[in-house]
């Protein structure tokens, strides 16, 4: 990517919106050089992608972050999860989304040879940190790069990073984001 800043690793982070990228950015930025990466095809509609973003964007030049965005491939999403919009929240279908999202920014920082990849995925509450981890891990193998495996809700993860994005007035979404969550 570019020269080591302060000798710490760069890290390529996916961030899903402004309120679950506050928490982690501040817990690993002590030991890395944080890019964040919003790549999020599964969020609908458009509206609701567009306002997570301009929260990150906000995030990013408050705190001078570098930011990656990703293409919306939503149609590469829903014909991927097509087959399972029937899942419960929390099921196949968000296996192969974290999937397709986890995979993306893989390449990505391998791309621009960023030491590490991880997601902020694991603050939520409503997602499953072993699943995330375990694809992390194997995307990472696969294409030989390093994941950072955590469960960022520990500790009160999801709590702190709540009080953080309430004195940043950030939106706060009521739904993970794909049109099947939204019922």
């Known amino acids: 990517m570019q020269e080591q800043l302060n000798s710490k690793p760069q890290f390529l982070l996916h961030v899903c919106c402004g309120t679950c990228s506050l928490y982690p ?3 690993l930025k002590k030991d890395f050089n944080i890019t964040f990466f919003y790549y999020n095809p599964n969020i609908y509609p458009e509206e609701e992608y567009l306002k997570r973003l301009d929260d990150v964007r906000t995030i990013s030049k ?4 570098p930011l990656i965005t ?3 491939e939503v149609k590469e999403w829903l014909n991927l999860t097509s087959g399972f919009k029937n899942e419960p929240e929390g099921g ?3 296996d192969i989304c974290f999937n397709m999202r986890l995979k993306k920014t893989a390449a990505v920082a391998k791309k621009h ?3 590490i990849f991880g997601t902020t995925l694991t603050i939520s509450p409503h997602k499953n940190q072993k699943i995330i981890n375990s694809l992390g891990a194997r995307i990472a193998a696969s294409i030989k790069i390093d994941f950072y495996y955590t469960d960022f809700k520990k500790k009160d993860g999801f709590k702190k990073t709540m009080e953080l994005s309430k004195k940043l007035n950030l939106y706060r979404q009521d739904y993970c984001g794909c049109i099947y969550s939204m019922r």
């Open 62 to 65: 408050i705190y001078s972050i």
């Open 113 to 115: 040879r960023f030491d």
């Open 25 to 27: 950015y501040f817990l």
């Open 70 to 72: 990703g293409k919306y």
């Open 92 to 94: 196949k279908r968000c």
